[in-house]
């Protein structure tokens, strides 16, 4: 089969940027959210980061041309015809599995569907569907217009087929693909997040201040941002789901997600989101 036409699921920062790359390398993109405010905000973020790129002349194509092959939609409005779907939606296995039993029904039936979880079961989300073999995990990293990685996920059940399906569409946004069985968190989720956890129990135990702690590890171990700014651009409250994903699944007391973590999420400082996080945004 020939991907055309992509339905990107979820419009928050993972959905609008996978839109974008997706729309950049030629697909023909539907956009879909529950409310019209946020595709629209999405459509404006998406606008915004194309024009960065195209005045440094790294997009092919004009801004208009791109904008113009995203369809931006409410719910599962054209979604009968397209070839792949890429659900970005909130990190809960119950609400990604109900999406893909509705889609199930409604998307034809060669169509595949990609999960952009950071590190849910795919083989549980596949189980909701009558395609298992067509269910796969593409996981993308932000910014997504930026970041070269799509960790490639294989359920229980993906075919082959699937497999080098999802493998071409990834490459053929400019992407370069690792292949991961699947495990709690993959692998750069698995490594990186339990480091940016540690960063916040440091912070947490007083022993250094937010900003040396970030000067450390971008001078002492050559990271391009410290770990604490990179938990305000992950978002605090993705950051906690996806760690209490790997404490649970492993029952390991090591990969506890930090109080301070918790609490902040409670407190709604979830990083450059909401404009506070461990720094504050304008
Ligand atoms: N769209 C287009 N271009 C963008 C962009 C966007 N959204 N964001 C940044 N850029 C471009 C800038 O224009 C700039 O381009 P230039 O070098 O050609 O001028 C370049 O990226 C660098 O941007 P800035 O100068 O604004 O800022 P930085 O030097 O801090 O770079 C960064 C930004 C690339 C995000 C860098 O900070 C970085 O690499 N950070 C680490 C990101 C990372 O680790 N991401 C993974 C998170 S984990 C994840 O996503 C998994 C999930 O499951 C939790």
Do not use: W
Request: charged share 25%; hydrophobic share 45%; with cysteine.
């Amino acid at each position: 089969m020939e991907v055309k036409t992509i339905a990107v699921v979820g419009a928050g920062t993972m959905g609008a940027g996978i839109a974008q790359v997706a729309a950049a390398a030629g697909f023909k993109v539907i956009l879909s959210d529950v409310a019209p405010e946020i595709v629209e905000k999405a459509l404006s973020r998406i606008r915004e980061s194309l024009e960065r790129l195209a005045a440094k002349g790294k997009l092919r194509g004009s801004v208009e041309e791109v904008l113009g092959r995203i369809e931006t939609v409410t719910g599962y409005s054209g979604m009968e015809g397209v070839d792949l779907v890429i659900e970005a939606i909130v990190e809960d296995i119950e609400k990604k599995k109900a999406l893909f039993k509705e889609l199930d029904q409604i998307c034809r039936p060669e169509a595949v569907f990609c999960s952009n979880t950071s590190g849910l079961s795919i083989t549980e989300m596949a189980s909701a569907t009558r395609r298992p073999d067509k269910v796969i995990g593409t996981h993308f990293f932000n910014p997504v217009p930026v970041m070269q990685l799509v960790e490639v996920i294989r359920g229980e059940e993906t075919s082959d087929e699937t497999y080098s399906l999802a493998v071409k569409v990834c490459e053929k946004m400019g992407k370069t693909v690792i292949t991961v069985k699947e495990a709690p968190l993959f692998v750069v989720n698995r490594i990186l997040v339990p480091m940016i956890n540690e960063a916040i129990f440091v912070l947490q135990e007083g022993i250094a201040s937010a900003e040396d702690i970030d000067k450390g590890m971008k001078l002492g171990a050559n990271h391009p941002i410290g770990p604490l700014a990179l938990a305000d651009l992950i978002g605090l409250d993705v950051l906690l789901m996806v760690m209490e994903t790997l404490y649970r699944e492993t029952g390991d007391s090591k990969y506890r997600p930090a109080p301070l973590l918790r609490k902040m999420v409670r407190a709604g400082h979830l990083g450059r989101k909401t404009g506070r996080g461990f720094y504050r945004y304008n």
